[in-house]
Every structure is written in C-alpha cells, then in structure tokens.
C-alpha cells in the first residue's frame, strides 16, 4: 500500500512539473518605452563619464570638451556645475537641450600645477531622483616641461663675461 502511495504523489508532483513548465507567465512582457522626462546621456552613452587630460607639460592647453545629448523626451536644463576644488572649473549651456539635441561642457583645470589630476565635476540637472545628478571623473598627469634646465647654467667668468662687452 506504501508503494501505491508513494507512485500516486510522484505522479502528481511530475504532472505537476510539466503543467507548470508549459504555462503562459502571468506578467505581459511589454517593449521598453522610450524614458520620459530628461535624459543626460554622454558621448559613450553613460549617464556620468571620464574627462582624460592625459600626460601633458606644465602649463598646456587647460581646455577639454566632454560632449552630451538628451535622450529624454523632455527639454534638459543643466541648473549647476561645479568642480571639486577652485583648480577645475566648468562652463555648461544655460539655454535648455531639447530633446534629441547635443551639447557640451567646457572644462579647465589649472594645468600650471604638476603631478597627477584626480577632480570632479558635479552636474545638477532638471531630471527626475538620483539621475539628476552626474559625475565627470577629471583624470591625468601633468609633467614638468623638458627645457635646458637639465644642463647647467653659464656663469659670467672671464672668458665669457656678459657685463663686459
């Protein structure tokens, strides 16, 4: 009798399986729409990104442009932008994006300071939560200028007095 038993709820339990397996999910499945409201995707298609200076002298060029577009469906307003010390400072479009249009945030960084870059730039924008605010990570190295100061300097002697014409 314990054998019959046993078959009996075995049986159920794979008919069981085999009607759970076959069945429709309850859930729809619907397409991804489009995200409302606006979206600030940057040039690699991520919501906040790296701007590299890479190796540069002392001095170089202090400009670098990291470009962006709304992808939302609604017009982007960027409210504030700001560096995380006075040596990094950004420029941003006060005119709202529409949808689908690019921009672009100008960033300089003092480049007359030596040694390795690691700032940020916070972005405040018109978006909705946690993605109203985005980070561009400023990375790079600024090296000290090859010049003749490697060799040494002439002294006025008297084979080479400069005061002495």
Same mark, same amino acid.
């Given at each position: 009798?314990?054998?019959?038993?046993?078959?009996?709820?075995?049986?159920?339990?794979?008919?069981?399986?085999?009607?759970?397996?076959?069945?429709?999910?309850?859930?729809?499945?619907? @397409?991804?729409?489009? /995200?409302?409201?606006?979206?600030?995707?940057?040039?690699?298609?991520? +919501?906040? *990104? $790296?701007?590299?200076? %890479?190796?540069?002298?002392?001095?170089?060029?202090?400009?670098?442009?990291?470009?962006?577009?709304?992808?939302?469906?609604?017009?982007?307003?960027?409210?504030?932008?700001?560096?995380?010390?006075?040596?990094?400072?950004?420029?941003?479009?006060?005119?709202?994006?529409?949808?689908?249009?690019?921009?672009?945030? @100008?960033?300089?960084? /003092?480049?007359?300071?030596?040694?390795?870059?690691?700032?940020?730039? +916070?972005? *405040? $924008?018109?978006?909705? %939560?946690?993605?109203?605010?985005?980070?561009?990570?400023?990375?790079?190295?600024?090296?000290?200028?090859?010049?003749?100061?490697?060799?040494?300097?002439?002294?006025?002697?008297?084979?080479?007095?400069?005061?002495?014409?």
């Amino acid at each position: 009798m314990k054998k019959i038993l046993f078959l009996f709820a075995l049986t159920l339990g794979a008919i069981n399986l085999t009607i759970a397996q076959t069945e429709a999910p309850m859930t729809e499945v619907k @397409e991804q729409a489009p /995200a409302s409201g606006p979206v600030m995707t940057f040039e690699d298609g991520n +919501t906040s *990104t $790296t701007c590299d200076y %890479g190796t540069l002298e002392q001095n170089g060029e202090p400009l670098r442009i990291v470009k962006f577009t709304n992808t939302g469906t609604e017009p982007l307003v960027i409210k504030n932008a700001r560096g995380s010390c006075g040596c990094t400072v950004p420029t941003w479009p006060k005119e709202p994006i529409l949808p689908g249009e690019s921009s672009q945030i @100008e960033i300089r960084y /003092a480049t007359n300071r030596l040694g390795k870059i690691n700032k940020n730039v +916070t972005i *405040t $924008t018109n978006e909705e %939560g946690e993605n109203a605010t985005h980070k561009i990570n400023v990375v790079g190295n600024i090296l000290k200028p090859a010049s003749e100061e490697s060799a040494p300097k002439t002294e006025p002697n008297m084979i080479n007095n400069e005061d002495n014409n």
